[in-house]
C-alpha cells in the first residue's frame, strides 16, 4: 500500500534523526504531519469553526447556524487519535471530520487539541481531555454554545478513544457533576496494554498503519518509558503470573471467554510463568485505569452511559473494543458493538483524496447514523 509505503519511510528518516540525537522522532514526524495540513479556523456559510481555550486546554468548536424556532443543539465533545503523539485537531483530515459532523447532526462539536508526546506524558493527555470536557459540561458554557445538556455525546479514535473512555469513567465517578455526557462512541480504541497477544494482536501484528511493535513504542512513549522494555511487553513478561501487580486484574481481561469463537479462531493465550515485576514497578501506569480503561472494575462500569464501539478486523485493536464492549454489557450498559470485516485501523479519517477510501466512507457514515438516532 503506497500511503504505508510512505509512511514507514518518514517513520525512519525521523528514527534517524532521533538516533543522532538532533531532535525527537515524534517532534518531527509531527511537525511534518501538522506543517503541511493544519487548517486554520475558516468558517462558511454551513458551519462556523472558532477556537477556544477551556480551562486553558485548546479547542476547536463547529457550530452549524441556528434554524428557525430551534432552541438547543446536540453536542459532540471529539478526541483526536494519533498515539497520543501525532496529529492534530486542527489538520484536515479531523477538521473535516468533525465539519461533516456537525453539518450532519445539526451538533456543535468540540474538538480537543491536548498536549501531545514528547512535550508531555502519561497523564497530562487524559488530564488535558478531562479539563476541557469538564469546562464544557458547565450550564454557562453550554448556554453560551445553545447546546441541550442532556444531549452530549464524548467521543474519539484510536488513543483519542483511549481518553474519551477513561475520560467518561472519570466523569461518571464525579459525585459533583451535575450535566454528564449522554452517550460514548469509541473508534476503534486502544484500551489496554495488560497483554499484546490478544488474537487480533496476533493475527494483525504486522498489518500496516498499526503492526503491534508500533503500538507497543505508542505505549512506551505515552508512559515516558525505556525501547529496551518493548521485548517484555511483547511476550507479556509484565504481566506474568508471578507478577503480583498484576493478578488482581487478570480477571477482567481474560479474552478466552470475553470474544466470540470467530475472534478467537486457533490463538492461544500467551501468559508467562515467570516475569518481571520491575516492569510494572518502573512503569505502574501499565495498570492505572486512567491509561488502561478496559481494566476499571465493574463498579465504574456500571455507571457508564449508552455506548457505540466501532471495531475493524484488520486491526491489532479489534479485541480492546470487543472486550470492552462485553464488559459493559455485562454490567448492564446498553452498546452497540459496529463491526467492520474488511476495514483497518484508522480508516475512519481517510476520506478525502488522495486517501479517500470506500472503508472510511462506510465507517464514519455508520458511525454518525448511529449517533443520530442515539444523541
Request: glycine share 4%.
Amino acid at each position: 500500500m503506497l500511503l504505508d509505503a510512505t509512511f514507514r519511510a518518514v517513520q525512519q528518516t525521523c528514527h534517524l534523526i532521533h538516533y543522532l540525537r538532533l531532535s525527537h522522532h515524534l517532534i518531527i514526524l509531527n511537525y511534518l504531519i501538522c506543517t503541511f495540513d493544519k487548517l486554520k479556523s475558516v468558517s462558511s456559510e454551513d458551519i462556523n469553526i472558532t477556537d477556544a481555550v477551556f480551562d486553558g486546554v485548546e479547542v476547536r468548536v463547529f457550530e452549524p447556524p441556528a434554524k428557525r424556532d430551534e432552541r438547543l443543539k446536540r453536542s459532540v465533545v471529539y478526541i483526536h487519535g494519533g498515539g497520543w503523539a501525532l496529529a492534530s485537531a486542527r489538520t484536515s483530515l479531523y477538521n473535516n471530520l468533525c465539519r461533516i459532523m456537525a453539518e450532519s447532526l445539526n451538533a456543535v462539536v468540540v474538538s480537543v487539541e491536548y498536549r501531545l508526546v514528547p512535550e508531555v506524558c502519561f497523564p497530562e493527555q487524559f488530564h488535558d481531555a478531562l479539563r476541557a470536557t469538564k469546562h464544557f459540561l458547565q450550564a454557562d458554557v453550554l448556554a453560551e454554545y445553545s447546546v441541550d445538556p442532556s444531549r452530549i455525546a464524548i467521543s474519539g479514535d484510536s488513543a483519542g478513544g483511549n481518553l474519551a473512555a477513561a475520560v467518561c469513567q472519570q466523569l461518571s465517578k464525579d459525585e459533583h457533576l451535575t450535566i454528564r455526557p449522554k452517550l460514548q462512541a469509541l473508534i476503534y480504541p486502544v484500551l489496554q496494554a495488560f497483554d499484546f497477544n490478544t488474537p487480533s494482536y496476533q493475527q494483525n501484528m504486522n498489518m500496516p498503519v498499526l503492526p503491534r511493535y508500533v503500538m507497543i513504542n505508542y505505549w512506551i512513549d505515552y508512559f515516558n518509558g525505556n525501547y529496551d522494555l518493548a521485548h517484555s511487553l511483547v511476550i507479556n513478561n509484565h504481566t506474568a503470573l508471578d507478577v503480583g501487580q498484576a493478578l488482581s486484574f487478570r480477571g477482567r481481561l481474560n479474552w478466552t471467554s470475553l470474544l466470540p469463537s470467530s475472534f478467537k479462531k486457533n490463538y492461544k493465550p500467551v501468559i508467562q510463568t515467570t516475569g518481571k515485576a520491575e516492569i510494572i514497578q518502573e512503569i505502574p501506569a501499565l495498570l492505572d485505569v486512567r491509561a488502561v480503561p478496559l481494566l476499571a472494575e465493574n463498579e465504574t462500569l456500571q455507571l457508564q452511559p449508552k455506548t457505540y464501539i466501532l471495531t475493524c478486523e484488520n486491526d491489532v485493536l479489534r479485541d480492546d473494543g470487543v472486550m470492552y464492549a462485553k464488559r459493559l454489557e455485562h454490567a448492564g450498559v446498553e452498546v452497540t458493538l459496529d463491526h467492520f470485516d474488511d476495514c483497518f485501523h484508522g480508516c475512519m479519517i481517510f476520506t478525502i483524496w488522495p486517501t479517500d477510501f470506500s472503508a472510511g466512507i462506510q465507517t464514519r457514515n455508520s458511525y454518525i447514523k448511529w449517533l443520530d438516532e442515539n444523541l
